[in-house]
């Protein structure tokens, strides 16, 4: 089982990758398969507080459920952000510059798309991911 948040987008992302990559389709049709999508009860309103403003997107129910947790002082605070990062980590040749990109876009430590030893910092410069190596 694999959880999603907006499944019908990550399935969608899923299937162009199976296409482009034909190698992988089957693998990725199983995980496709698998797939539930956790926005679905705030959709439908089971779970709702005031709070969100009647939207149901990551960015307002998450700080209802986890108080403090927002995407403020995220590196990537944004699907166009993401994308940016994505292209320009496919530039990096080097593994080291391409590891050190990930690391400061995505802190896998902590599971948190933000270098956790400048989050602090993200807001006031505005974040974003900067390319490292070449």
């Given at each position: ?6 499944m019908a987008f990550e399935k969608r992302v899923l ?120």
């Amino acid at each position: 089982m694999r959880i999603a948040y907006n499944m019908a987008f990550e399935k969608r992302v899923l299937r162009e990758l199976g296409e482009s990559v034909p190698k992988l389709r089957k693998r990725l049709n199983a995980v496709i398969e698998g797939m539930i999508d956790l926005m679905e009860p705030f959709q439908r309103r089971d779970i709702y507080d005031w709070q969100m403003n009647g939207s149901y997107s990551l960015k307002s129910v998450l700080p209802v459920l986890v108080p403090g947790m927002t995407y403020e002082g995220l590196k990537i605070r944004d699907g166009a952000m993401a994308s940016e990062a994505y292209f320009a980590m496919e530039e990096i040749q080097d593994p080291a510059g391409r590891h050190s990109f990930e690391r400061i876009c995505w802190n896998t430590a902590s599971g948190t798309p933000w270098d956790s030893s400048s989050a602090g910092e993200d807001a006031s410069r505005g974040g974003g991911c900067e390319k490292v190596g070449s």
